[in-house]
């Protein structure tokens, strides 16, 4: 079985600034958790599987300004249990309530944390203090750990450890073993709990260093924009060390895409937004991404366990064209899932 997520990013509403949401969540405030909530919606009525709250915050900041702050660690980049707090999920409690109501489920969520990794890289660039890199690992896994002991009206099934750096950046200088005991350390409580643990990777250059992480079981990789990236991984990897992937069936390169219809049409899309719909009703269509899934089964088969968007959508111009790609998305990953079943 195959399982629809998405990667966690997602447009604002028209009109609410980044800088605003970033300081309101913080605080808890009323008419930032509604913005919150709405997104949520669109990703499950889109039809996500196990969709991630959506994230509107910088994605390091977000960690680092309660790390760094003197007042909830217990030492220098230890993250007290009780401050570890992942504020999104606090305003979703309301709609896990009413999808339980409307379906008689619980809803599964999908939620993502910054990798030790690229904090480290954020605070201290290219140095290799193994102790503070640890010390971020266990921060992080003190984050994973609280959500899932706060979620009462949702399940977490699904934990995202988000390292982008890892295979790009070469200022990278920690050792194989330093990563793998890094990475372990901030995935130990999700898979303590038999929870689906990934990596997010913009790069799988490095897959085989995951796959020496026992605590990692699933390795996301980008590959809508770059089906290249799938000739970098042997299957033979996959099985010998248990582990699945995390697939992109859906572009979210939107520069690039909308580069390409600046070039069709000479003009501007940006300043033409009508023609940006292009991307969802002639580009990344249903029958495009079912074709892609489709390509990366033959190749990895039971090896997939999960597939979606290449990244976020946090970069998109509206709420309205981001939740057309998801729906797209989940048409095609399951007219592949119903042909597979027929066939």
């Not at 991630?52 to 660690?73: A, C, H, K």
């Not at 266990?138 to 995202?160: E, L, P, Y």
Request: with cysteine; aromatic share 8%.
């Amino acid at each position: 079985m195959i399982l629809f997520d998405d990667i966690g990013s997602y447009p604002l509403p028209k009109d609410v600034d980044k800088g605003w949401i970033a300081g309101a969540v913080k605080k808890s405030d009323p008419k930032s958790f509604n913005i919150i909530r709405d997104a949520m919606r669109q990703k499950i009525e889109a039809g996500v599987d196990v969709p991630t709250y959506p994230q509107f915050r910088d994605m390091t900041q977000q960690f680092l300004e309660v790390i760094n702050d003197g007042s909830m660690t217990e030492e220098p980049m230890l993250v007290r249990r009780d401050k570890a707090r992942i504020m999104e999920l606090e305003a979703l409690e309301e709609v896990g309530a009413e999808y339980y109501k409307k379906t008689g489920r619980i809803l599964n969520i999908r939620i993502c944390v910054t990798g030790p990794v690229e904090l480290y890289l954020k605070q201290f660039g290219g140095t290799s203090y193994k102790d503070v890199l640890n010390a971020f690992a266990a921060s992080i896994d003190r984050f994973i750990g609280n959500s899932i002991d706060s979620a009462k009206q949702f399940r977490i099934t699904t934990v995202s450890i988000d390292e982008p750096s890892i295979g790009i950046n070469p200022q990278i200088m920690f050792s194989d073993s330093d990563l793998v005991e890094a990475l372990e350390k901030a995935a130990k409580t999700a898979a303590s709990h038999k929870i689906d643990t990934e990596i997010h990777l913009h790069s799988p250059l490095h897959y085989k260093l995951i796959c020496r992480v026992p605590s990692i079981g699933i390795i996301g990789v980008e590959s809508a924009a770059n089906p290249s990236y799938l000739d970098l991984i042997d299957k033979k990897d996959l099985d010998e060390y248990d582990k699945f992937l995390r697939v992109g069936v859906a572009r979210t390169d939107i520069f690039n895409m909308a580069a390409a219809l600046n070039e069709k049409y000479g003009t501007n899309v940006w300043k033409e937004p009508s023609k940006l719909e292009e991307i969802v009703s002639g580009m990344e269509t249903p029958h495009t991404i079912e074709k892609r899934l489709e390509k990366t089964c033959g190749l990895f088969d039971e090896r997939i366990k999960y597939a979606g968007p290449d990244c976020g959508l946090g970069s998109w111009p509206t709420q309205e064209l981001a939740s057309s790609l998801l729906k797209n998305t989940g048409m095609g990953i399951k007219e592949f899932l119903k042909k597979r079943k027929t066939g």
